[in-house]
């Protein structure tokens, strides 16, 4: 079993830098892979990133390629979202998902949420 919290959001103007934190608790941290999605109002949640257990793979969307940067710490049992040029298209409620084995795009692959956090881009 692993709970999941995210943390880290805001208001930003465009152009501007959020690192969002996604804290887990549980057991085996490492074996699992961790992804973002995020939902913005009136549209489907989509695919954000993943990175895989041990941290050495990361996949990403192509509308945050070059942006957005998935790290992880399992020490600290923690994964990071570094997102910097943000444009007011990234605005949404971010969440983070883990499922054990390895990573996935499609949500209904992930077995873990967190709450979300809200992240509001103005131009």
């Known amino acids: 079993q692993v709970q999941l919290a995210e943390s880290g959001g805001g208001l930003v103007q465009a152009g501007g830098s959020l690192r969002l934190s996604c804290a887990a608790s549980?057991?085996?941290?490492?074996?699992?892979?961790v992804a973002w999605f995020r939902q913005a109002p009136g549209k489907e949640r989509e695919f954000v990133s993943v990175i895989s257990g041990g941290g050495y793979n990361t996949w990403y969307a192509e509308a945050v390629e070059g942006r957005f940067t998935c790290s992880r710490d399992n020490a600290r049992y923690t994964v990071f979202l570094q997102m910097n040029n943000l444009k007011p298209e990234d605005t949404a409620v971010y969440y983070c998902?883990?499922?054990?084995?390895?990573?996935?795009?499609?949500?209904?692959?992930?077995?873990?949420w967190g709450q979300g956090t809200q992240v509001t881009v103005s131009s």
């Open positions: 998902a883990a499922r054990s084995g390895i990573s996935a795009r499609e949500e209904n692959h992930y077995d873990y």
């Open positions: 549980g057991h085996t941290f490492s074996r699992y892979a």
